[in-house]
């Protein structure tokens, strides 16, 4: 994923400023009533790190290598073991370089046959090249992809866990979604990444599929994240975005999901949004690095030594909050 323009951005922060106060007034105020309403299913961070390390300890899940096979024989174990549903898309998809590679998108349902659902999603594969690696002679190095990668998927096994022992009173689709990260950092088209949600939004896994909203998560896991409002997020979805961020901030988690207006990222959402289903991305916007993103963004360094249990709590509690306010 990448950021689209700098000067959206800028327009979106100026303009966003008024609203945002009072936003914030009314956010804090529904807070109070919603900390009595949210259920007692508890978040294990934990669990969701060790997801994190496994994922990991395949190597890089570049599309196409041994790893990506291997992982994506684990993440669709993973949700069978906790009894979802579980439906795979294979499809050969063509780079913007010209590479075809053999893709697989993993969904896992929860409630089948409930017709008020919740999507929530994040991308497995790894960037076949750690093109912001400081070090140059790295750059050519893939991703390993703990945080860009394996902390949404992290989170939502953690998720699904908890949907197989707590049953949701909505239906839930989870899906793992494929080659998000082989796009053109060069190119002002935004659509040479998410290759497998644009693959998904042309063929849904089941026909006629209308969740009511999509979550997307994504870099969800390094320590001292902030979720500002991402750009696009709050042009399709603005209600859901206030809804998500209400109920992260009423569980305690307001230093990760800040009020503020965020920049404009191409991601998996755009994809489901022009699909029709609304949808939002949280993603971490700390721009530690100057990329906008975290330090270890497209580097060598995005191993799960910069994963912190507390920001996979701060997300994957919120997701079960809002599942669970149902
Ligand atoms: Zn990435």
């Known amino acids: 994923m990448k950021y689209f323009c700098f000067l959206i951005m800028a327009v ?10 009072k936003q914030g007034a009314e956010t804090q105020a529904a807070a109070v009533e919603a900390k009595a309403a949210v259920p007692e299913v508890e978040f294990d961070a934990d669990s969701a790190y060790a997801r994190v390390v496994e994922q990991c300890a395949f190597g890089p899940r570049v599309p196409g290598s041994e790893a990506h096979r291997r992982c994506g024989d684990y993440l669709a174990g993973r949700l069978r073991s906790y009894g979802a549903a579980v439906t795979e898309q294979r499809m050969t ?14 969904i896992g349902e929860y409630n089948p046959d409930a017709s008020k659902r919740l999507l929530l999603l994040a991308h497995w594969d790894c960037r076949p090249w750690a093109d912001n690696d400081p070090d140059p002679a790295r750059r050519r190095e893939p991703v390993p992809g703990a945080n860009d990668g394996a902390s949404g998927v992290a989170v939502l096994l953690e998720v699904a866990r908890q949907l197989s022992v707590n049953a949701p009173k909505i239906g839930v689709d989870i899906l793992l979604t494929d080659a998000e990260d082989w796009g053109d950092s060069g190119a002002g088209n935004d659509d040479t990444w998410a290759l497998g949600t644009q693959y998904w939004a042309a063929n849904p896994h089941k026909p006629g599929y209308r969740p009511m909203y ?24 603005r209600g859901i975005v206030d809804e998500v961020w209400r109920v992260a901030q009423a569980a305690g988690y307001g230093d990760y999901f800040v009020d503020d207006s965020g920049g404009a990222i191409t991601d998996d ?37 910069i994963i912190d249990t507390a920001t996979l709590k701060a997300v994957g509690q919120t997701m079960l909050n809002v599942i669970y306010n149902y």
């Not at 979106?12 to 106060?21: K, V």
């Not at 998560?217 to 696009?232: C, K, N, P, S, T």
């Not at 993603?283 to 191993?303: A, E, L, N, P």
């Open 93 to 106: 998809l063509t780079t913007f370089d010209g590479t075809e590679i053999n893709c697989r998108n993993i």
């Open 269 to 305: 959402h755009i994809f489901v949004n022009r699909a029709g289903i609304p949808c939002i991305d949280i993603i971490d916007q700390s721009g530690d690095g100057g990329t906008g993103f975290f330090k270890q963004w497209h580097t060598t360094g995005d191993t799960p030594d």
């Open 214 to 237: 999509g979550i997307l998560l994504d870099m969800v896991g390094a320590g001292g994240a902030v979720f500002a409002r991402e750009y696009f997020s709050t042009y399709y979805a």
């Open 12 to 21: 979106m922060a100026l303009a966003g400023c008024s609203s945002r106060t």
